[in-house]
């Protein structure tokens, strides 16, 4: 079993930055790759940044590239998602996953958080 817990979401204004984190826990021994996808109301959830679970490759969506950060903790049992340069068209629930392996597809990923609200305007 694996918990995956999201906090860090909140109210910015266009061009400010947040930085969003994932704590996962259970009582499990497996490695996973972890995920950020995002949904913004009327939308579908749409994959926003991964990393496997050394840390060592990492993807993004191609509308956050170069503004977002995914990371892991040294323990890689917390991830990171910073975010830069925040538009309001990144206004969205937030929600990070583990999974088997890194990628941009929902399936891959078995645990999900309850999201975290990420609000971006004026």
């Known amino acids: 079993q694996v918990q995956l817990v999201e906090s860090g979401g909140g109210l910015v204004r266009p061009g400010g930055s947040l930085r969003l984190s994932c704590a996962a826990s259970?009582?499990?021994?497996?490695?996973?790759?972890m995920g950020w996808f995002r949904q913004a109301p009327g939308n579908e959830r749409e994959f926003v940044a991964a990393i496997s679970w050394s840390g060592g490759s990492t993807y993004y969506t191609d509308s956050v590239k170069g503004r977002f950060t995914i990371s892991r903790g040294g323990a890689r049992n917390t991830v990171y998602l910073e975010m830069n340069s925040l538009k309001p068209e990144d206004t969205a629930v937030y929600y990070c996953?583990?999974?088997?392996?890194?990628?941009?597809?929902?399936?891959?990923?078995?645990?999900w958080g309850q999201g975290t609200q990420v609000t971006v305007s004026s």
């Open positions: 259970g009582r499990t021994f497996s490695s996973y790759a």
């Open positions: 996953a583990a999974g088997s392996t890194a990628s941009r597809d929902e399936y891959r990923y078995a645990y």
